[in-house]
C-alpha cells in the first residue's frame, strides 16, 4: 500500500484550513468569519456580500452583511433581515441570472447603491447558495483591480461555499433544536406539575383502611394514574359509603399519556349519580374515550370499597391484576377473575366484576406494569413474582411495603432511568 503525499498541495491544504476553521466555530457570526477568512486567502484586498433574494421578484434583493477589508469592515447580524429591498445595477444584473458566475471589469458607475464601495473593485464571483434553512441565498466576493479572480479561484469559492452553507444549516437547526427542546421541557415541566397536582396529595381517610402510594414518572409527566375519591350517593346530603379505589396506565408516557390519563379521571370523577357499579364507571368512561377518538388506550383496574362490609366490588380493564395476602391464611391470591378489554378500544365492550369479603389484617397491593416489566442490565424482568416475595416480606403496613418495593426497585436497576412509569398503592384492612 503506498501512501499518497498531500501536504504539498495548497488547495487541499487551504480546505483543510478551512475546515477546521469551521469546526472550531460555535455560532453563526464565527462561521461567516471563517467564511470570509477562506475567501480572503493570499492577503489580497477582497469584499464579500450575504444577499437574499427570498420572497422577493426578479433582480430583487436584501443585503444580509457585507464585509469590507481593513478600518471599513462592516460586521452586521448575520441572521437580521433587514427590510431595505434594493433593485438595479450590476447586482440586481447577476443575481437574475440565477447562476454562478466570474465577471471581469465590472463597472459599477450605474450602480447607485453599490458604486461608492465597489468602484475599484473590477472582479466579481457571485454563487447561488441552494439552502432554505439559511438567512442568504447569495454570496459575492470581489477583488479589488488590477487583481483578478482566476478559474480557480472560482472553483475554491464554490467548494468554500458548498463546506460553510452545510455547518452554518447545522448551526441554525442546532440552535432550532435547542430552541425547541427548551420549550418542550418546559412546557412538560408544567404539564408534570399539573399532572401531579390531579394526584391526590394525601389519601383520604377511609374508615377501616390504611394506604400508602407511590408514583415515579419515567419523565416529566407521566401516564399513571392512582386516586381514591368517594363513589356519589343517590342522597347527595349523606356520608358517602362506598369508595372508588383506581389504578390505571396510559399506554406509552410522556405528555400524551399524562392528558390520557387526566381526562381519564375527569370522566371518573364527574361520573353521574346513577352509577353505582365499578363495570358501569369503567364502561362510561370507555364510551368518552372511544367517541373522543383520542387514540391509544388506557388499562384500569377499579374497585368498590364499603367500609361497613368490607366488600370490595371490582372491574379490570386490561391491568395487572392486584395482590392480595391473607392475614388469616398467609396465602396470596391475584384478583384476577374477570379481565377485559382496556378502556378506549372498544365502545360497546361489557366490563364484568367480581367481588372479595376482605378481612382485618388483609393487604392489597395494586401496581402498574412499569414496575413488573422493569429490565435490569442482564435483561431480566423485575416480574410479578419477585414483587410479591417483596410484597409477602415482613408485615410492616402498607407503608413499609412501599418502602420495600422502591428500594429493590432502586437496586434492581442502579443509576438507570426507568424506561416507564412506576405507580405502588398498598391498602391493609385494619
Known amino acids: 500500500m503506498e501512501r499518497q503525499e498531500l501536504s504539498h498541495n495548497g488547495r487541499i491544504q487551504r480546505l483543510a484550513e478551512l475546515t477546521q476553521e469551521l469546526r472550531q466555530s460555535h455560532t453563526t457570526e464565527q462561521t461567516l468569519r471563517a467564511f470570509e477568512h477562506g475567501f480572503a486567502e493570499g492577503g489580497q484586498p477582497l469584499i464579500s456580500l450575504f444577499l437574499s433574494t427570498r420572497g422577493l421578484t426578479g433582480g430583487q434583493y436584501r443585503l444580509i452583511r457585507m464585509a ?3 478600518p471599513h469592515e462592516t460586521s452586521v447580524d448575520p441572521m437580521a433581515r433587514t427590510d431595505a429591498i434594493h433593485r438595479g445595477g ?10 454562478a458566475q466570474l465577471i471581469q471589469d465590472v463597472d459599477w458607475s450605474d450602480d447607485w447603491f453599490f458604486h461608492e464601495f465597489l468602484k475599484e473593485y473590477g472582479s466579481l464571483i457571485a454563487i447561488p447558495v441552494a439552502n432554505s434553512q439559511l438567512p442568504m441565498n447569495w454570496v459575492l466576493l470581489l477583488r479589488k483591480a488590477p487583481h483578478r479572480f482566476t478559474v480557480s479561484d472560482f472553483e475554491n469559492a464554490m467548494e468554500r461555499v458548498v463546506l460553510g452553507g452545510a455547518l452554518l444549516e447545522n448551526q441554525l437547526l442546532t440552535a432550532d433544536l435547542t430552541r425547541a427542546h427548551k420549550l418542550i421541557d418546559r412546557e412538560a415541566r408544567q404539564v408534570g406539575k399539573l ?7 394525601s389519601v383520604p381517610q377511609i374508615a377501616g383502611l390504611d394506604i400508602a402510594t407511590s408514583y415515579e414518572p419515567c419523565s416529566r409527566a407521566g401516564g399513571d394514574l392512582y386516586d ?3 363513589l356519589k350517593n343517590l342522597d347527595a346530603d349523606s356520608a358517602p359509603n362506598r369508595w372508588c379505589i383506581l389504578i390505571g396506565d396510559a399506554a406509552g408516557h410522556g405528555l400524551a399519556a399524562a392528558m390520557v390519563m387526566a381526562i381519564v379521571q375527569a370522566v371518573l370523577r364527574a361520573h353521574p349519580a346513577g352509577i353505582s357499579s365499578p363495570a358501569a364507571l369503567l364502561s362510561h368512561a370507555n364510551r368518552q374515550l372511544c367517541s373522543q377518538r383520542i387514540g391509544g388506550f388506557f388499562t384500569a383496574f377499579l374497585g368498590i370499597y364499603e367500609p361497613a362490609t368490607r366488600r370490595l366490588v371490582y ?3 386490561g391491568h395487572p391484576a392486584p395482590l392480595l395476602k391473607s392475614a388469616t391464611t398467609g396465602s396470596f391470591a391475584a384478583l384476577d377473575a374477570v379481565l377485559n378489554f382496556p378502556l378506549g378500544i372498544d365502545e360497546i365492550e361489557r366490563f364484568e366484576e367480581s367481588a372479595i369479603d376482605l378481612q382485618a389484617g388483609d393487604d392489597v397491593l395494586l401496581y402498574t406494569d412499569g414496575i413488573i416489566e422493569l429490565r435490569n442490565a442482564h435483561g ?3 416480574n410479578q413474582d419477585r414483587l410479591a416475595r417483596l410484597f409477602a416480606c415482613g408485615d410492616n403496613g402498607p407503608d413499609s411495603i412501599v418502602r420495600r418495593i422502591r428500594a429493590a426497585i432502586s437496586a434492581f436497576n442502579p443509576d438507570q432511568p426507568a424506561p416507564d412509569d ?3 398503592v398498598a391498602v391493609r384492612v385494619l
Open 315 to 317: 372491574a379490570n380493564a
Open 422 to 424: 412506576q405507580t405502588v
Open 195 to 201: 399532572q401531579r397536582a390531579l394526584l391526590p396529595d
Open 90 to 99: 450590476i447586482v440586481s444584473a447577476v443575481i437574475d441570472t440565477q447562476e
Open 380 to 382: 431480566e424482568f423485575f
Open 228 to 230: 381514591v375519591f368517594p
Open 68 to 70: 469590507l477589508p481593513g
